[in-house]
């Protein structure tokens, strides 16, 4: 099955997206916004390979039936401005290493949002965040 | 006799974002004669390093002292060097004042992340912390002697010891601790998951605790915690449950956040340890059970319970705190800790806990 996706490069946003690997699932912040996301195994390899610079459609070929699932899920990475298409890169074409990095992922890759650890920060970064000033700097009456 | 005071003009700057390097490197330009000449100060040692603090505030000096976990100075030839300075009493021809009505605190950050210099800004009260990293130096502004912000006696200095101990690879993190000779366990959760209230439940039980808050850790052979601030902080309810309510620090007041502040050392530990080898990350929950349970969990759940808390507080460099937090989880095993709902039974199951990981 093929897919007719854009070949680009994805990258970070910038340098406040950060992340953290634990048993084979990253967890990523944004430091602008203080939002946490959960990537399982799949989406981790998978954003392995976008940090390697391959192509979007090279990984969504080498993903096999899971294309347009994978099609999907690099959209919602860049609706929750995590990546961005980089034009001035040229994508890096699949080879055998990509191959095997997504050979044997049969699951969906999926990328989940903690909203619930706004109860564990100083203040919910969606909601309640001074629209000036930005996170962490907190509206009034959140913090009251 | 005229005074530092009155030989000084201060010069009211407009800070805004793009100003802030500026700001910083002028005003540290100040630095060293500022320092010299500063009318009092205050030397100690903490967590193996030295400070020495200067300035014309004696009541934010007896914040420092009762709210530092400090040690008497030694002969240190490069202490870290900290200068208050305020607008009644200026020490600095110059003094900050914020050009916009907001400031966007991250942008700031970004942008200074590739100086040598730190701020930190709680724009409410005008109260502004700079830090050079190169000469490890510091100066804090506020517009009154008494312009800090109210969590300041509880965790006095902390944006600076930050930002001194990043030079050597140690960082602050949010966490309680408890040990038994020298050993012991992180417990890391968000506000009201029973951190606190576990450390003062085991001090009573006859364990050691190098704080319940905010302490320094290390990572380099074992993990380490040190301690950095002197007291705990507990609700009234919360001592009643350990049979404190009597306590003189009982009836003292309360702070901010409705919390008794009550000295570490002496509360039930003749001195504080200077550390803590940590073996584990514990997740304390309250549950309201019979009974204490203590299960396996994974890193990732240990890191998430670790890390907003000193990535939101904390500023600067948060995404080197974050991947510390990221090394920290994952070379520690953790553990939930379902806590029972008597104090002496959840301290005796954490003191075999303990002596479990020895």
Known sequence: ?144 | MTTVEDELEVQVLKVGERSVLRFAEYAFSFFDSAFARSPDGFSFRLADDSFEVRGHNPDFFNVIRNGLAWEPAGDAASPCRILLTDRTNPLLPIAPELRSPYFRERHVERSLSGTRYRMHLFPDIGFWQFHDLEKDRAIQFSETPAGFPAWEPGSPLRNFLSWHFSRSGRRLIHAGTLGENGVGILLAGSGGSGKSGTVLSGLCGGLESVGDDYVLASSDDVIRAYPLFSAIKQDPAGLKRVGLEETPAASGPLNWQGKHLIPLAGLHQPQMRKSIEIRAMCLPKITGGERTVIRPTDAKQAFLALTPSVVTQVPGDRDQNFAFCGTVSRRLPAFAIDLGRDPEEVSAAITTFIRSLA
């Open chain 1, 1 to 144: 099955m093929t897919h007719d996706i854009a070949d680009e490069v994805l990258v970070t946003v910038n340098e406040d997206i950060v992340f953290e690997e634990f048993d084979g699932d990253l967890v990523v912040l944004n430091l602008m916004t203080g939002r946490y996301f959960g990537l399982n195994e799949p989406a981790r390899i998978i954003w392995s390979a976008i940090s390697s610079g391959y192509g979007t459609a090279a990984i969504a070929q080498a993903s096999g039936s899971n294309g347009g699932v994978v099609d999907e899920f690099f959209r919602r990475l860049r609706d929750l401005e995590l990546l961005t298409a980089d034009a001035s890169l040229v994508p890096r074409p699949s080879d055998d290493i990509l191959v095997g990095m997504l050979g044997n992922v049969t699951a969906a890759p999926t990328v989940d949002a903690y909203d619930d650890l706004a109860d564990l920060i100083a203040a919910d970064p969606i909601h309640d965040t001074e629209e000036e000033a930005g996170w962490p700097h907190i509206k009034p009456a959140a913090r009251d």
